[in-house]
Each structure stands twice: as C-alpha cells, then as structure tokens.
C-alpha cells in the first residue's frame, strides 16, 4: 500500500467478495494485492486470503478475513454524495440488490453489513439552506425516507 493512512475493515472470511463488488459497484474503485495467510489462524487456515488491498472511491482500504468475532456497525459509513436522482438509485439498488438491507434517511448496509449514505448534493444544500425553515421543511421530508427522492427533498425545501 502507498498511503500512510488506510481504512481496514473486518471481514468474515469474504474481504475479497466485497472488494470484486465495491471495485464493480463504485467509480474511482479497484482491488489490489490480494495476501494468502503464511500459517493457519483462529479463523483460517494457510493458504486463505487473509488481507486484501482495495480502493473505494479512491480511498485506501485494507479489508481483514478476521473471523466472526466482530461485526460492522453504522458507527462507520461511507458517505456517497450524488450528482442526480439516477446515480442515487444506481448505487442504492446495487448495494441493497446484492444482498443489502435498506435503513432510514439513505443509509444501506450491504450484505457483509458495511453501512452506506447514499447521499444526494441536493440533499445536503437542502438542510443547510440559510433559510431555516427551507431546510426544516427538507430535513423533515428526509426523516421519512429510505433511499433519497430528490422530487420530494426539492419539493419540501420550497414549500
């Protein structure tokens, strides 16, 4: 790895399953070095991927088949920020659609339990309008969806 600084996240024995489909799934992504365990482990044996070298939208992760002592939380999200109401569906149908489970206000976990934001622009111009109760009124449209609707976000924010 180049950076100084990288983002390792526990897996449960798929580290290179959810690298092939964040690398597929995301622009700016791709799988790296894929390093096979030198001896048998707690939760693997010699010869199993151990750790794999990826990038999600050119953010330097290092994913860790640790076994199944420990599990994602929504303490740590990537935060996607989209462009249009089609990019925003692309990506939330892609992570719920393989597996994935939907949550409140465009969070999404995939199926290894990783939690996304799939977050339009339009959403976050919409609740820090300098007119407070524009971004009220957007704010409180967002507090009942799922995945984002751009139409209904715009249509709250002007009244």
């Given at each position: 790895?180049?950076?100084?600084?990288?983002i390792?996240?526990?897996y449960?024995?798929?580290?290179?399953?959810?690298?092939?489909f964040?690398?597929?799934?995301?622009p700016?992504?791709?799988v790296?070095?894929?390093?096979?365990?030198?001896g048998?482990?707690p939760d693997?044996?010699e010869?199993d991927?151990l750790t794999?070298e990826?990038?999600?939208m050119?953010?330097p992760?290092?994913g860790?088949?640790?076994g199944?002592?420990?599990?994602h939380?929504q303490a740590f999200?990537?935060?996607v920020?989209?462009?249009?109401q089609a990019?925003?569906d692309r990506l939330?149908?892609a992570i719920?659609?393989n597996g994935?489970?939907e949550?409140?206000?465009?969070?999404?976990?995939?199926k290894?339990g990783?939690?996304?934001?799939?977050?339009?622009?339009?959403?976050?111009?919409?609740?820090?309008?300098?007119d407070?109760?524009?971004?009220?009124r957007?704010f409180e449209?967002m507090m009942?969806?799922t995945?984002i609707?751009?139409?209904?976000i715009e249509?709250?924010?002007?009244?």
């Amino acid at each position: 790895m180049v950076s100084k600084n990288t983002i390792c996240l526990w897996y449960d024995g798929a580290a290179l399953d959810a690298a092939n489909f964040y690398a597929k799934t995301f622009p700016d992504s791709s799988v790296g070095a894929v390093h096979r365990a030198p001896g048998d482990y707690p939760d693997g044996r010699e010869g199993d991927v151990l750790t794999v070298e990826f990038t999600v939208m050119g953010i330097p992760c290092l994913g860790l088949n640790g076994g199944s002592a420990f599990k994602h939380s929504q303490a740590f999200s990537f935060q996607v920020a989209t462009d249009d109401q089609a990019e925003t569906d692309r990506l939330w149908n892609a992570i719920v659609g393989n597996g994935g489970q939907e949550n409140a206000c465009g969070w999404c976990q995939d199926k290894w339990g990783l939690s996304w934001q799939i977050t339009p622009r339009a959403l976050t111009a919409a609740y820090t309008d300098p007119d407070r109760a524009a971004a009220k009124r957007a704010f409180e449209a967002m507090m009942g969806m799922t995945k984002i609707d751009i139409a209904a976000i715009e249509a709250a924010r002007r009244g």
